[in-house]
Nanobody, 123 residues
């Protein structure tokens, strides 16, 4: 069974940093993409960043220069480093996997999802 478990969320002051982790188990694919999505109360889920198996990355405009997506294939874990956090970044953050992988924002194209981790940025 494929499972993704996010961790690392929490409460932080504006300007602070958090690193989200997404630990995958049972995930044995060579061609994939991992996406980080977020959903704020009353808003639609939006794509934040995507990384493909070859290391290519994609960022939504609002996080460029502040967030960095990365992977540790040996640990089957994916990360989202979030710096210079703003109150608008407050949301539940999800990681998801797409097989095979493309740099896409469409959530419907992702096959596996974690349960989410809450990020709250105080002003």
């Amino acid at each position: 069974e494929v499972q993704f478990v996010e961790s690392g969320g929490g409460l932080v002051q504006a300007g602070g940093s958090l690193r989200l982790s997404c630990a995958a188990s049972g995930f044995r694919f060579d061609d994939y993409a991992i996406g980080w999505f977020r959903q704020a109360p009353g808003k639609e889920r939006e794509g934040v960043s995507v990384i493909s198996h070859d290391g290519s990355t994609l960022y939504t405009n609002s996080v460029k220069g502040r967030f960095t997506i990365s992977s540790d294939n040996a640990k089957n874990t994916f990360y989202l480093q979030m710096n210079s956090l703003k109150p608008d970044d407050t949301a539940v953050y999800y990681c998801a996997a797409q097989v095979p992988g493309f740099l896409l924002w469409e959530a419907s194209r992702y096959d596996y999802w974690g349960q989410g981790t809450q990020v709250t940025v105080l002003s």
